[in-house]
């Protein structure tokens, strides 16, 4: 059975930092590229950043450039999603997605892990 467990979330400050994980079970890592997507309240769910199978390209939305890194471990099937200079707008249930590399079909979610930027 696959499974993508996400951790790190919390309450934070502005200006402050989480580092998320998005770690997998029953898949071979290696053969998925993952997204962190995020949902704010009352909000669309958006793509936040994306690496591929190697960790090879990495992309990321104009919003958390700069200040987003993501970065994975395909021996402890983790991917991490470091979050510095957070802002009040990045408050939201962020989700770790798996796809692999060819077949969509092979799509698998996590269940969320709350972050919440407030003074």
């Known amino acids: 059975q696959v499974q993508l467990v996400e951790s790190g979330g919390g309450l934070v400050q502005p200006g402050g930092s989480l580092r998320l994980s998005c770690a997998a079970s029953?898949?071979?890592?290696?053969?998925?590229?993952v997204s962190w997507y995020r949902q704010p309240p009352g909000k669309e769910r958006e793509l936040v950043a994306t690496i591929t199978r190697a960790g090879l390209t990495i992309n990321y939305i104009d919003s958390v450039k700069g200040r987003f890194t993501l970065s994975r471990d395909n021996a402890k099937n983790t991917v991490y999603l470091q979050m510095n200079s957070l802002k009040s707008e990045d408050t939201a249930v962020y989700l770790c997605k798996a796809v692999h590399f060819r077949s969509t079909l092979q799509t698998y979610w996590g269940q969320g892990t709350q972050v919440t930027v407030s003074s």
């Open positions: 029953g898949l071979t890592f290696s053969s998925y590229a």
